[in-house]
């Protein structure tokens, strides 16, 4: 299968050695964002992966596109427009302190004030079999918007799957962009194939309440994905039990659910564990694997994620299912 995705492309900047920015003269530089995840870490399990985006016309773009080939991510789709880069400090914590984030000019960034008519969205499509839309995008632009809206349209017409992960931040939304968004979320949900979510997402979002008092979340997803017509619906969730953390997965059909057991996460950095929960999943979808075989092998890459420094999760096949088969090894030769 050929997975592409409709993303932004940020630059990251990190303070070595888990330092503050206040500790630092250093900043280590990499390129990263939903998309750039995503199919970095599919391009190295073996799948064809394109990029849909727009960076500066300058030698920053020139940077990103350079780093983005290194993934494996072709970027053929990938315009040069305009002279900025949305970009985030991310001071990794250690114990007690967590990981802080702070972003820089994302809506005036190439890609946050380029619309659809800058992308040739009907040929990129045509070499793709699914593509990937990040739920950021629905709410950085106008146009950022109208592009993720005319990218699902285009997809569904020319029978190309949609993924879309919801990536809501109540904490960045207040009540009347809320309303915004939900109009926008319900605007794009028919065009979707997988969806990567929560209850959370369904209650606080589109205002999903239980029917009646005895009805699950799991009713409540289900009942959610007859509505749009949605194949999958696939998450983590994150437990704390005392000073160690755990994650597992599930994935819902309409049919049932499966769920992981909860792992205990070593965090090194997890920025972009997600997206490699994502990449997993996607993996499985395009081999025609099981739920439970795709949300285990989804969650061990996820895991993994969590020991590297970095967005980008470059696991491959080998690594996931060695850890899946032999758990605790710390030494191979």
């Known amino acids: 299968m050929r997975i592409g995705a409709y993303g932004e492309v940020m630059m990251r900047l990190t303070p070595p050695e888990y330092r503050t920015l206040e500790q630092t003269h250093s900043l280590r530089m990499d390129f990263t964002g939903t998309g ?77 004030v380029s619309g659809p008519e800058t992308y040739e969205i009907d040929t990129y499509l045509a070499q793709i079999d699914l593509v990937h839309i990040c739920g950021i995008s629905l709410s950085l632009t106008e146009a950022t918007w109208q592009t993720a809206l005319a990218v699902a349209k285009a997809a569904k017409q020319q029978e190309v799957e949609v993924c879309f992960d919801f990536n809501f931040r109540p904490s960045l939304n207040d009540a ?50 007859k509505e749009y017509h949605i194949k999958w619906f696939c998450g983590t969730k994150r437990l704390a039990v005392a000073d ?18 909860a792992q205990l996460l070593q965090v090194l950095d997890r920025i972009g564990a997600g997206d490699a929960y994502a990449a997993g999943i996607l993996y499985g979808y395009s081999n025609d694997w099981s ?43």
């Open 244 to 261: 160690q953390q755990f994650i597992s997965g599930r994935i819902i059909t309409q049919e049932g659910t499966y769920e992981t057991k």
């Open 176 to 225: 009347k962009n809320r309303a915004m968004l939900k109009a926008r979320y319900e605007t794009i949900l028919p065009y979707c194939d997988i969806v990567f979510g929560s209850t959370r997402d369904l209650a606080e979002l589109l205002d999903y309440r239980k029917a009646f008092s005895g009805e699950t979340d799991e009713q409540l997803i289900q009942s959610f994905m």
């Open 36 to 112: 750039v995840n995503l199919l970095g870490n599919l391009a190295h399990f073996g799948l064809e992966t394109k990029m849909l985006t727009q960076v500066p016309d300058n030698r920053l773009g020139d940077t990103a596109k350079a780093n983005l080939q290194t993934y494996g991510i072709q970027t053929t789709f990938v315009g040069k427009r305009h002279n900025h880069i949305g970009s985030y400090f991310a001071e990794v914590g250690y114990g007690a302190r967590p990981t802080y984030v702070t972003y820089q000019n994302r809506h005036n960034s190439s890609f946050g």
């Open 291 to 333: 739920i439970k075989k795709s949300a285990d092998f989804a969650i061990t890459n996820a895991v993994l994620a969590h020991t590297m420094l970095g967005d980008v999760c470059l696991t491959t096949i080998e690594q996931v299912e060695q850890v899946m088969q032999a758990p605790g090894t710390d030494l191979i030769r």
